[in-house]
């Protein structure tokens, strides 16, 4: 089992910044690739983005390319996300999630994730 718990997230202005923290306990936190999603209302969850159990492969979404960074510290069992430039239409409930992965794949959908955190909002006011 793997517990996630997200933080970080709150009002911000357009154009500002954030960043979302997920610390992991449970298992050994550096055998699990980790994804960020995000779900706004009325919208259906998407991936914002990814990284390798390892770090060394990371996915981003077209929409936050060049804005978001996404991190992990395998020593302190977390992973970020970086958030620059935040626009309104990054308005959203973010999650964290990871699955059981090896080697330097990145997973990009949902239902490949096995545990997830209980979210945090993020509010981009225009």
């Keep these: 089992q793997v517990q996630l718990v ?3 997230g709150g009002l911000v202005q357009a154009g500002g910044s954030l960043r979302l923290s ?20 009325g919208k259906e969850r998407e991936i914002v983005a990814a990284i390798s ?6 996915y981003y979404t ?3 390319k060049g804005r978001f960074t ?7 069992n ?11 239409e990054d308005t959203a409930v973010y999650y964290c999630a990871a699955i059981w992965g090896s080697g330097t794949y990145t997973y990009t959908h949902d239902y490949e994730y096995d545990y997830w955190g209980q979210g945090t909002q993020v509010t981009v006011s225009s």
Excluded: H
Aim: glycine share 10%.
């Design 53 to 58: 159990w390892s770090g060394g492969s990371t």
């Design 22 to 41: 997920c610390a992991a306990s449970g298992r050994t936190f550096s055998y699990y690739a980790m994804g960020w999603f995000r779900q706004a209302p």
């Design 70 to 76: 996404i991190s992990r510290d395998n020593a302190k």
């Design 6 to 8: 997200e933080s970080g």
């Design 62 to 64: 077209n929409s936050v």
């Design 78 to 88: 977390s992973v970020y996300l970086q958030m620059n430039s935040l626009k309104p």
